[in-house]
Structures are given as C-alpha cells and as structure tokens.
C-alpha cells in the first residue's frame, strides 16, 4: 500500500546546480506535506512543508511545489550544497486524520563539490 | 532549540525478551508518535498518543505493543516479547497543537538476536 511515492532511489548534482526531488500519492484526502531530511543514524529533520491550499512554499534555498491534479509534489534546492547530501522523505497527512505521516521510501541525494 | 530525546540510542536483546524505549518530547507538544525504519525500507507509523490514550495504531502495533506516558515528560513504547523482526530503528516524534510538522527523535536501534 504504497501511497506515497518517491520513484527515485538516488539523484546526483553538481555543487551550485539545482537538485530536484519528485513524490507521487495516491490518496485523495491528503491536505498536507512534508519534506524531512535524515542522516545516517539520524532521526529526519523536518525541512519544509506545504498545505493543499497552496501551490509552492519557499523557504531560502528550498521550495516545495505541489500540483494537486496529478497528485505530485517536489522539493526545489537552489543553489545546491554538498552539505545536502542526505535521504530526503516526502511525508503526507490529512487532516482528518491523527496526525500519522506516511512517509515515501526516500531519495539519496549526493551533492559532489 | 527544544528538541526530542531518546535513549537508548542503541538496545541490543534476546529474542524473547521486553523492552522499553523511552522518549523525552519537546515539552509545550501535545501530540506523540511512534515510527519504525528497518533497515533499508520507508520510515512505518505505529502509533499515535493525545490526551493519554492512542488515538490510531498501525498493523504492525499488534499486542505486543503498547505505549505510556507515565508522568509528565516520559513517553515508552513497550515490547513484550520481541521477535527477530521487530530489529529497526525507533523514532519518537511530537507535535504542537495545530501544527502538522512533526520533530523527531535521534531513534533508537533495536537490535533482536
């Protein structure tokens, strides 16, 4: 039951290029988005979020767009860093529910100087 | 900066045996969580705790599970009788009233020979 998606493993970039990470859902009634960061042996760190309501977030060199119609959201890092270099969760909620976060399976970023 | 704590960062144990991992929230939140990550794979919900009982519990929080938050900072989870597969890191995670974003602990690594 994988509703929430993050098609890929691993992305690569060049210090000061743009990094790009992409998740897909499946469930309608999430309102709510979430983008952690996790280092090894590490719990995630919240980055940015977006509500439904709203097409993109931005919040310095990070900005999250959300595209409700093909239930698509990503995360924008501009210029990158090599100190991004880490696992990146997408994370969904609804508000009618508890508050739980179903989490995507992550991507590896690597930023190489 | 408040953050989550959570010892041990590392509980090794016999197949079998109980144990209790304990979580210290960022002390205003009222909303608690707990997650797992096995190795390799997504970070799991378990379960979720206001007002001092559970407000949803996962598939994988099946008896041998429960939670407690037994005074005013401490919040456990609490395996009874732990099997090879409960081996993953735990990740206590809190949140304040109206807010979606949830900080998370360092974890706990669980490991069940």
């Known amino acids: 039951d994988q509703q929430v998606k993050q098609n890929s493993p691993s992305l690569s970039v060049q210090e000061g290029r743009i990094s790009i990470l992409n998740c897909d859902y499946t469930?309608?009634?999430?309102?709510?988005f979430l983008w952690y960061k996790k280092y090894p042996a590490e719990g995630p760190t919240f980055l940015i979020s977006i509500s439904s309501i709203k097409d993109k977030n931005e919040d310095g060199r990070f900005t999250v767009f959300l595209n409700k119609s093909a239930k698509h959201l990503s995360l924008h890092i501009v210029p990158s860093q090599p100190g991004d270099s880490a696992v990146y969760f997408c994370?969904?909620?609804?508000?009618?529910?508890?508050?739980?976060?179903?989490f995507g399976q992550g991507t590896t970023l690597q930023v190489k100087p | 900066e408040p953050e989550v704590t959570q010892t041990p960062s590392h509980q090794v144990t016999q197949m079998g045996q109980e144990v209790i991992l304990r979580c210290v929230p960022i002390?205003?939140?009222?909303?608690f969580y707990w997650y797992r990550q096995i190795l390799g794979q997504k970070v799991e919900f378990l379960v979720s705790f206001y007002n001092n009982e559970i407000s949803e519990k996962s598939e994988i929080f099946d008896d041998q599970f429960s939670v407690e938050r037994p005074d005013g900072s401490n919040f456990t989870l609490k395996i009874r009788s732990t099997k090879l597969e409960d081996s993953a890191m735990y990740f206590c995670?809190?949140?304040?009233?109206?807010?979606?974003?949830?900080?998370f602990g360092p974890g706990t690594r669980l490991t069940v020979l």
């Open positions: 002390s205003n939140h009222l909303y």
């Open positions: 995670a809190s949140n304040g009233l109206g807010y979606n974003e949830q900080f």
């Open positions: 469930n309608s009634m999430f309102d709510y």
């Open positions: 994370a969904a909620t609804a508000s009618s529910n508890t508050g739980k976060l179903i």
